[in-house]
């Protein structure tokens, strides 16, 4: 059973700062990896897809990697803002087309 | 132009009561799915269709009920509300296995 685990589950940086965010699944037979954005009462935003083949994706000033073979994922947030506060959440996606979510990581970007 | 949406945003119902909550996505996507997200923010996918075909079914309980009148669209019916069943449900859409995109939620609340 595809288990997804996301650290650290709480993150408060100074505006400007680089950071990572890390997400760990346990079956890394994945079809591909899904990053997303949560602002509070609102819905979910991607910010970016990484198939099983690929090894990163960047968007901006996101970046986010996959190692396959060890189960994890990274999500290199550059010249951190205080509009990038939110929850962020990474989902993989298995061979049955459903995302297995992790439990997020809740990011304050304080000015 | 929104690409996923749902209505009603917010529902608030008495335990016993039947409710629906109505789906739809301009996106031309194949498969549709319902998300629920639980008071600890954690997500996990209900059903999924594709193509107007029941897909994924994650032994959620018999009183919900989807239905999919065509490929672009996927109604959640409810019946007998429990309290338990308290929670933000999110629809999505995406092309098989591809970007999942999501709606705004519906935050449902059984007294």
């Known amino acids: 059973k595809q288990e997804v685990t996301q650290i650290p589950a709480a993150l408060s940086v100074p505006e400007g700062e680089n950071l990572v965010l890390n997400c760990s699944f346990t079956?890394?037979?994945?079809?591909?990896l899904q990053w997303f954005r949560q602002d509070p009462g609102k819905g979910l935003t991607s910010l970016l897809l990484i198939q099983s083949s690929q090894r990163e994706q960047t968007s901006g000033r996101l970046n986010a990697s996959l190692d396959k073979s060890s189960g994890r994922s990274t999500l290199y947030i550059a010249a951190s803002q205080p509009g990038d506060s939110a929850t962020y959440l990474c989902a993989v996606n298995g061979n049955t087309d459903k995302l297995i979510f992790g439990t997020g990581t809740r990011l304050q970007v304080f000015p | 132009d929104t690409a996923v949406s749902q209505t009603p945003k917010y529902l608030v119902t008495q335990m016993g009561n039947d409710k629906s909550i109505k789906c739809e996505q301009n996106l031309g996507h194949d498969t549709m799915y319902w998300y629920k997200q639980d008071s600890k923010k954690f997500l996990k996918i209900m059903f999924s269709y594709n193509n107007k075909e029941l897909i994924i079914n994650e032994t959620v309980p018999n009183r919900f009920s989807p239905k999919s009148p065509d490929k672009a669209h996927l109604n959640l019916h409810i019946n007998s509300l429990e309290l338990g069943d308290s929670a933000v449900y999110f629809c999505a859409s995406s092309q098989v296995s591809h970007e999942q995109f999501f709606g705004p939620g519906t935050r449902l609340t059984v007294l």
């Open positions: 079956d890394s037979a994945i079809y591909n």
